[in-house]
């Protein structure tokens, strides 16, 4: 279908289209206001809604081209899909490539779904609406963008849109040490973003076509380098960055490979480059600590997979050992930290940083389930952490204050709403039933099976990760009975103690989607498998580095 090919396009765009739509409508207001009809902060709003409803509502064809319909599919050799792609700038062999496969699908699909999620709570934001939603918009057009880049160039300028307008919703909208926190995550973001562009630039111009590999564009044009991921891609696999020559004297894929981690990493993020993450999220308003959570955490795994998993296998193997050490220090220290919260808000942003440690240690694994689970567990994170942060916020909204020790028997007073908290709780520590559970099961049991040279040291990271789940549940389960058990606290007697409509449309459709995908997880890995377990397979068979 005509309309498949613009997909992925009209998903990006809409929102950046609706962020005009609000400048527009807030230069018309002078006019507007001399008609005696004057603009509402509503009217921003509803734009805002109807702009990220619309990716959300079209992310259902990638499921439906799937499941529903029975025709077309996602590719069975993990090829990519709904193609959107032209010359853009022909000088430097750059394109305008756009496309979805098993890596990025389950991402685009949660892009979506959050992005509206986060809209939808920002009932909250009440000064200078214009300013925050126009930002928010551009904001999501970035993340969907990242997803679906399928030129490098395309990738990084995608990257990079999202950098500012992080910066001022934190800095803008945050709270009491906003400034402080804003800068610190552009900072991480932009020294990640120059290794980042520094690796692609290299990554260019080493390329270039081998045996039965053309590097045309899509216009039938040959070029001598690309930016083309699917190209470098084949390119790596046959071999051609391994022998290209040492940078300072190391190997060109070692070296390569580790600015782009460092630059993923950051994202992830991944000890010991994650203090910015805690700061971030504590001055973030809500909305922003769902995004960030839900979505930007995420495009650092994602970054991993799609460039150094797949244009660097040989190094890839190489580094597995390092990267699987370093996820089993995020799982366990952020653990650890989280005990030691008395701020919610932090406490659910350590967990993050452990949490993503599950990911990490499936990648590195490179078995078809650890690889699948890797990302199922991105998946899962992404619906868990934004309602463990929507609850943050609801309790915050009311009490101005996250002090976890300043509560006490919130069950008896609110108790839907200590119930919602319970299951997210659940959730996130790995129930059986719930989306968490799932990702993390594969992920040991994937590991626990890696090939040589992981062998013996790396069932024992496998072991430790798998113990900390034990600490994961003693910190949930103590700041359960902190806040909602016990004697009720008198202090918040007058607090309004039910929830609001905005809330329960916000909670009640995450928890929904909790449960169904831990019961019933085979749509998603329906969409990524094909593609996961065909990369696990290219990065196992290529000589290490």
Request: hydrophobic share 55%; net charge positive; proline share 5%.
């Amino acid at each position: 279908m005509a309309f498949d090919t613009y997909l992925l396009t009209l998903m990006t765009f809409i929102p950046a289209l609706g962020a005009l739509a609000i400048l527009g409508l807030r230069a018309l207001e002078p006019v507007v206001n001399r008609s005696h009809t004057r603009m509402t902060p509503v009217a921003y709003r509803w734009v805002a809604i109807i702009s990220a409803a619309l990716p959300l509502i079209f992310s259902v064809r990638l499921f439906s081209r799937n499941f529903w319909q029975g025709v077309g599919g996602f590719d069975p050799t993990g090829g990519v899909q709904f193609v959107h792609r032209f010359v853009w700038i022909k000088e430097f062999n750059i394109e305008y490539f756009m496309g979805v496969d098993g890596i990025s699908v389950s991402m685009v699909i949660l892009t979506a779904l959050i992005s509206f999620i986060a809209v939808l709570a920002s009932g909250s934001i009440k000064k200078k609406q214009v300013g925050y939603y126009s930002l928010f918009l551009l904001l999501e057009t970035g993340m969907m963008g990242t997803f679906c880049a399928l030129d490098m160039f395309l990738f990084y300028v995608f990257w990079e849109v999202m950098l500012l307008p992080m910066y001022f919703l934190i800095g803008i909208w945050g709270g009491p040490r906003k400034e402080y926190a804003a800068i610190k995550f552009f900072l991480y973001t932009l020294a990640g973003s120059v290794l980042m562009l520094l690796a692609i630039i290299a990554l260019y111009y080493v390329s270039r076509p081998m045996a039965g590999i053309s590097l045309a564009l899509v216009d039938g044009t040959p070029t001598e380098h690309t930016f083309n991921l699917l190209k470098l891609a084949e390119l790596g696999q046959a071999g051609l960055f391994a022998g290209a020559a040492p940078i300072l004297g190391f190997a060109f894929t070692k070296v390569i490979f580790i600015g782009l981690f460092i630059g993923f990493a950051i994202k992830v993020p991944m000890f010991p480059f994650h203090t910015w993450l805690p700061d971030a999220h504590v001055e973030a308003p809500t909305p922003i600590s769902v995004i960030l959570a839900g979505v930007l955490l995420k495009m650092g795994t994602y970054g991993m997979l799609r460039f150094n998993w797949s244009i660097l296998p040989d190094a890839t193997k190489w580094a597995a050992y390092g990267v699987a050490v370093f996820g089993t220090i995020n799982v366990v220290y952020a653990a650890f930290v989280c005990m030691a919260q008395k701020d919610l808000k932090k406490l659910i942003a350590y967990s993050s940083v452990s949490h993503m440690g599950f990911v990490l240690l499936g990648m590195a694994a490179c078995t078809p389930q650890a690889i699948s689970g890797a990302v199922f567990q991105m998946w899962g994170h992404g619906i868990v952490s934004p309602m463990l942060f929507l609850i943050a916020g609801v309790i915050y909204e009311r009490a101005h204050t996250r002090d976890i020790e300043g509560f006490g028997g919130l069950a008896s007073f609110m108790p839907e709403y200590a119930g919602l908290t319970g299951f997210a709780f659940f959730a996130s520590l790995g129930l059986p039933g719930l989306v968490g559970f799932v990702g993390e099961a594969m992920v040991f049991i994937g590991s626990w099976g890696a090939p040589a040279p992981m062998g013996t040291g790396y069932r024992t990271l496998v072991a430790i990760s798998a113990l900390s789940v034990v600490i994961t549940a003693a910190y949930y389960l103590w700041t359960m009975q902190r806040m909602f058990l016990g004697r009720f606290n008198e202090k918040w007697k007058d607090l309004h103690n039910s929830l609001t409509l905005t809330e329960r449309l916000t909670l009640y459709p995450l928890a929904v989607l909790i449960l169904y995908f831990g019961i019933y997880p085979m749509p998603i890995f329906e969409l990524i498998n094909p593609a996961l377990h065909l990369l696990a397979r290219i990065v196992v068979g290529t000589p290490s580095a």
